[in-house]
């Protein structure tokens, strides 16, 4: 890896010192600016953190990840080296070589929210530009902040949570000194950072601002938003810290805790609240409630539900309750969710309608306390379907599927090697669906996100098994250029030098977290890791890509493959296929910041979420997105300690 280099501070050129008279007294120095004096070029307007930043440095350049402007340098160096004579009269301040403000100009304040600044460096130039006169803090929240929430996303490719939360809080205080009202949106803004890095101070002052700025309640899309965002961060925090105390956050949920409380909470704005709460997305709260251990909101979030449901209800009704039922067996409460499975069937007609297709069904059958009362409580048409449902599992697992029309069971990957009859693998090696990559992906699927290293020990076999495989997957690019992506499975094809792997042929080795493959990345920005942007990932193999052909019929006749630089892995937090840059697909590498020896290929992203092509059905992860921008400015990488794996 490379070292990192850091940039020297250019000083400005020390001042002559003037010999004092030793017997008079010290008279003062006054600063002479002639402003127009040798300026043939307009004046360029240093921002205050410019002007400070050449005082201190002598470059307007930020010290990392920053560019020089060359003009501006060089007249704050003539201003600043114009000769100091003494006994001068008093300068006129800074203020008076500067516009006092560009004036309200909609058209550039709203070009820029949408679409020229990329990070917060950005934002603060342009903030202090543009906002800096009565009405400008208005404008800036137009459209119910919509604008500045499309900002504010494009900076987390980034810039961490936790600093993105702090320029929320200097916009409240800069549109306060202008005497612009803020809007309740700025502070629904503030919440859902707050909850992105889970501070409790941050979420207790937007929530109290948005009170003050006029309560109503949220709509449920936001809801959803806030909900989601807090809890993804409450299950990648106990990731790595199985001790972290939740309880003054989730205080700040439901209310209460202790004397200090505030009183305002989270679950009086959300659109579940209340007896006229809505039940829309409900399955997305009940998660927290039972992180909060808050019975009363939550039984009264139930029985609003339950009263929804009737045998004529819709099926998303239905899957929203069944969603519930997840977050209590997530939550080792099975008792809760056979009682209200009990009070489903009873509203339903004593039948389950649809749980034959819930996504999660089999999470749901692995309690034994779930599966001795599902056959009475589905009734017989519908615990056929579930049965029908998990051979078809069971067959996806093993490889294979079943032709009706013929009446037997061949390969997913090759229809014409029938199955039936024949053993799953032979003694000359010949299998029928024994080398489909279906069986690798549904292992991963059911099994990548659970804390037991047994689990994740059978996805690192298959891995073995399916090394020299090829499965064709597809990425988000941009340009003009399309690719063929290839991803190549092998068992943590990435090692770090401070915990080298034994060789695969040693089976007595028992797991480690470095043996399957764990590792985690973090966002690096200004040389500091942020403590709240991290991925906690299982290595699956690599990347390889070439130009796609304009014409399908020549593809043969492409060039070889190519590493991208991307390893593939899956997010046991998120749920979903990612491709990561590291900048090799597989060897032994430092642990720290990814090499910047090689660039990412033109048009992809460092980290972005794999399709699976052909025939592997990939369901929709529960976050659509990575927790780390795509093209961030660094990431760490090492071994993820993930304290919370069971061995």
């Known amino acids: 890896m490379s070292r990192c280099s850091y940039s020297h501070l250019r000083l400005l050129p020390k001042r002559p010192l003037v010999q004092r008279a030793a017997s008079s007294q010290p008279p003062l120095r006054h600063v002479s600016v002639n402003h127009h004096a040798k300026r043939k070029t307009p004046f360029l307007e240093p921002t205050p953190s410019q002007l400070l930043r050449f005082a201190l440095t002598g470059?307007?350049?930020?010290?990392?990840?920053?560019?020089?402007?060359p003009e501006l340098d060089q007249q704050l160096q003539d201003l600043f080296l114009e000769e100091w004579p003494f006994n001068s009269a008093p300068p006129p301040s800074w203020g008076s070589f500067l516009q006092k403000?560009?004036?309200?100009?909609p058209k550039v304040l709203l070009k820029g929210l949408r679409h020229d600044v990329r990070s917060l460096r950005h934002l603060q130039t342009f903030l202090e530009r543009n906002v800096n006169v009565a009405g400008s803090g208005a404008l800036l929240q137009t459209e119910s902040c919509k604008p500045l929430a499309q900002t504010l996303e494009r900076c987390e490719r980034f810039d961490s949570y936790r600093d993105i939360l702090t320029a929320i809080n200097g916009i409240i205080a800069r549109i306060k000194r202008l005497r612009d009202p803020v809007n309740s949106e700025l502070y629904v803004l503030g919440m859902r950072y707050a909850c992105s890095c889970l501070s409790v101070p941050a979420l207790k002052y937007h929530l109290e601002g948005y009170h003050k700025a006029g309560f109503r309640k949220l709509d449920t899309e936001t809801s959803v938003v806030l909900i989601k965002s807090l809890l993804s961060s409450?299950?990648?925090?106990?990731?790595?810290?199985?001790?972290?105390?939740?309880?003054?956050?989730?205080?700040?949920?439901?209310?209460?805790?202790?004397?200090?409380?505030?009183?305002?909470?989270?679950?009086?704005?959300?659109?579940?609240?209340?007896?006229?709460?809505?039940?829309?997305?409900?399955?997305?709260?009940v998660p927290l409630l039972m992180m909060q251990r808050s019975d009363a909101s939550l039984h009264s979030v139930w029985n609003r539900l339950l009263l929804a449901i009737s045998p004529a209800s819709s099926s998303r009704t239905f899957q929203s309750a069944y969603a519930c039922m997840m977050a209590m067996i997530d939550t080792a409460k099975p008792e809760t969710a056979v009682k209200y499975l009990r009070q489903i069937s009873k509203r339903a007609g004593n039948t389950l309608p649809g749980i034959s297709q819930f996504e999660k069904l089999g999470v749901l059958l692995s309690d034994t306390k779930i599966c001795e009362v599902l056959p009475d409580l589905a009734g017989e048409k519908e615990y056929l379907n579930v049965?029908?449902?998990?051979?078809?599992?069971?067959?996806?697992?093993?490889?294979?599927?079943?032709?009706?029309?013929?009446?037997?069971?061949?390969?997913?990957?090759?229809?014409?090697?029938?199955?039936?009859?024949?053993?799953?693998?032979?003694?000359?090696?010949?299998?029928?669906?024994?080398?489909?990559?279906?069986?690798?992906?549904?292992?991963?699927?059911?099994?990548?996100?659970?804390?037991?290293?047994?689990?994740?020990?059978?996805?690192?076999?298959?891995?073995?098994?399916?090394?020299?495989?090829?499965?064709?997957?597809?990425?988000?690019?941009?340009g003009h250029t399309s690719y063929e992506f290839v991803w190549l499975p092998?068992?943590?094809?990435?090692?770090?030098?401070?915990?080298?792997?034994?060789?695969?042929?040693?089976?007595?080795?028992?797991?480690?977290?470095?043996?399957?493959?764990?590792?985690?990345?973090?966002?690096?920005?200004?040389?500091?890791?942020?403590?709240?942007?991290?991925?906690?990932?299982?290595?699956?193999g690599y990347l390889v890509m070439r130009t796609a052909p304009q014409d399908k019929a020549v593809s043969e006749k492409q060039g070889a493959w190519q590493e991208s630089g991307h390893i593939v892995a899956w997010d046991r937090t998120g749920g979903q296929f990612l491709a990561v840059f590291i900048g090799q697909g597989y060897g032994v590498v430092d642990p720290?910041?990814?090499?910047?020896?090689?660039?990412?290929?033109?048009?992809?992203?460092?980290?972005?979420?794999?399709?699976?092509?052909?025939?592997?059905?990939?369901?929709?992860p529960a976050n659509s997105a990575p927790s780390l921008g795509a093209n961030s400015a660094g990431y760490h990488f090492d071994v993820d300690p993930s304290p919370d794996l069971v061995f």
């Open 234 to 285: 409450l299950h990648s925090m106990q990731s790595e810290d199985p001790g972290f105390n939740t309880s003054p956050i989730l205080d700040l949920v439901i209310g209460g805790g202790s004397e200090q409380a505030s009183q305002y909470n989270l679950h009086d704005i959300l659109c579940w609240a209340g007896p006229e709460g809505s039940i829309e997305s409900i399955d997305e709260y």
């Open 490 to 540: 092998q068992r943590s094809p990435i090692e770090f030098s401070n915990c080298l792997l034994p060789g695969k042929t040693d089976m007595s080795a028992p797991w480690s977290n470095a043996t399957l493959g764990l590792i985690q990345a973090k966002l690096v920005r200004d040389g500091v890791v942020a403590s709240d942007r991290s991925l906690h990932l299982m290595q699956l």
């Open 59 to 69: 470059t307007t350049q930020p010290v990392q990840n920053g560019t020089r402007n």
């Open 387 to 478: 049965l029908d449902n998990q051979l078809g599992y069971l067959e996806k697992r093993l490889g294979i599927n079943w032709q009706p029309e013929k009446s037997l069971h061949a390969s997913v990957s090759d229809p014409d090697c029938i199955a039936t009859g024949q053993s799953l693998i032979t003694i000359d090696g010949d299998s029928a669906g024994f080398d489909s990559s279906s069986r690798l992906v549904s292992e991963i699927q059911v099994l990548g996100c659970s804390r037991s290293s047994m689990d994740l020990g059978r996805i690192a076999y298959l891995l073995d098994e399916h090394e020299g495989s090829e499965i064709p997957v597809s990425l988000p690019t941009s």
């Open 592 to 620: 720290g910041l990814r090499s910047q020896s090689r660039q990412i290929p033109s048009g992809l992203g460092a980290i972005a979420r794999i399709t699976l092509s052909g025939d592997i059905d990939t369901p929709s």
């Open 101 to 105: 403000g560009t004036g309200l100009n």
